[in-house]
């Protein structure tokens, strides 16, 4: 996993050079080709960062080609592997949806991944994005409005409401930065806020409810001053 590959097919858009990856590096370039959404995403994000020279500017083909070379059999099903226990988690949130909101939210649809090893089902990966990459695109980002929404869907609080946790569904956001391509960091931060989403969004619910009631917030407010009320929502969002 932490062997060096250097891939020519995807340049640095700091140096000009080849990108030299952590060989997991690649686990994560290839679980962002299970959907068209990531795929997507992954390689317009990446344009942002080449203005003026998107040709420089890694390609689907180019991608394929590097992870053709790079990949083994044993690695192509570690890959197939990740894509299904991720998706594994999809029956408990959409649980979790339906008994707060009544409705049943739709997978992302899956693309087809062809492999030197034959075709294998892609699957859905969560999308996290390269904060220092994303200031060096100037995408016109928030960068606080992204961790902020990001734990926001893993808990379903929305700033009017509850939200639903896109993710996984169809209704995926058009929003397009720098990807962040960093295997064991994005699995084990989805795998934290699903969790917690599970865990705790009904409570959660009811707690933010409780805060954002007037008759709450005006007596936390004349009890102890409108500085404690407002630290309250972000406590929770924490």
């Not at 080709?33 to 344009?47: Q, V």
């Not at 949130?93 to 992302?108: I, N």
């Not at 996290?128 to 869907?153: C, F, H, P, Q």
């Amino acid at each position: 996993l932490f062997n060096r590959v250097t891939v020519p097919e995807w340049i640095d858009y700091k140096t000009g050079e080849a990108t030299t990856f952590l060989r997991s590096d690649l686990f994560a370039i290839a679980l962002n080709l299970g959907t068209e959404s990531n795929l997507r995403k992954m390689l317009a994000g990446e344009a942002l960062l080449f203005k003026g020279q998107e040709h420089l500017a890694p390609t689907e083909e180019g991608v394929m080609q590097a992870l053709y070379r790079e990949l083994n059999e044993t690695e192509w099903k570690f890959v197939e592997r990740a894509w299904r226990q991720v998706d594994s988690m999809f029956p408990e949130l959409a649980a979790v949806e339906r008994e707060l909101t009544g409705l049943t939210p739709e997978k992302v649809e899956p693309r087809k991944v062809i492999t030197p090893y034959g075709e294998i089902e892609g699957g859905y990966w969560p999308v996290a994005y390269d904060t220092d990459a994303v200031r060096a695109a100037d995408a016109g980002v928030n960068l606080e409005e992204i961790k902020s929404s990001d734990m926001d869907a893993a808990l379903g609080l929305g700033r009017r409401g509850v939200a639903t946790n896109k993710g996984h569904t169809i209704s995926r956001t058009d929003f397009v930065a720098p990807v962040l391509l960093n295997f064991e960091g994005v699995l084990f931060g989805h795998v934290n806020q699903v969790a917690k989403r599970i865990a705790y969004q009904a409570w959660a619910t009811q707690a933010l409810k409780l805060i954002r009631d007037p008759r709450v917030k005006a007596m936390w407010s004349r009890k102890l001053g409108p500085e404690y009320h407002a630290q309250l929502e972000p406590w929770l969002r924490d």
